[in-house]
């Protein structure tokens, strides 16, 4: 089983469409015993097990106004095509190798050439180009496509707890041998994600 690493952020990345419980209606939970680091630590391995390859773990910096957190992850692996689609051997070419590479394979596909040219394959080499410029200079961002949010506990470890268990029930879909189920779950968390995010 693959490691993965958790990034967490103190902006709440709500996501868009997913009500929120009112302040008087959340709920305390004295069962709940455990901080948030073995919460979270017991979140990564339940989510590793799902098969999670990048996870954002959003809660709001102040836990009084707002103990709500949300979990964003990807199932999929990130996308490397740009790699053979230019022609590189090497993981790690320079701004400048990837712009040579471009223009040597994408012009021969440039819209304005009437004999060659091809507007879909020039867009995906112009796609290649970007995502290669983006993983080079550490500018790209792992785009999650479920959440899962809660906000109905007076804390955000609770909050955190209470998600921790939901995977680990959406997984013993898998367990008995559901794996349709399982994705029509996700594909609902999908749905929502699919509207946007906000804050």
Do not use: C
């Amino acid at each position: 089983m693959a490691k993965i690493d958790i990034i967490e952020e103190t902006k709440l990345k709500w996501p868009d469409g997913l009500e929120r419980t009112r302040i008087k209606e959340r709920v305390g939970q004295g069962r709940w015993k455990e901080g948030w680091a073995v919460t979270r630590q017991k979140l990564t391995q339940e989510l590793e097990r799902l098969g999670a390859t990048s996870v954002l773990v959003s809660r709001s910096d102040n836990e009084h106004l707002d103990p709500g957190v949300a979990v964003w992850f990807s199932r999929k692996k990130e996308d490397f095509s740009w790699q053979q689609g230019l022609g590189f051997d090497n993981p790690a070419p320079t701004v400048a190798e990837i712009d040579a590479a471009f223009r040597a394979k994408a012009m021969k596909y440039h819209p304005d050439n009437p004999q060659t040219g091809d507007p879909a394959l020039f867009m995906q080499f112009s796609h290649w180009r970007k995502a290669a410029v983006a993983w080079v200079t550490g500018t790209h961002s792992h785009a999650h496509e479920y959440v899962m949010a809660i906000d109905q506990y007076d804390e955000a470890r609770l909050n955190l707890k209470a998600l921790q268990m939901s995977f680990f029930y959406i997984r013993r879909l898998e367990d008995v041998g559901a794996p349709a189920i399982l994705t029509q779950t996700l594909g609902a968390f999908r749905a929502k994600l699919m509207q946007g995010s906000g804050e």
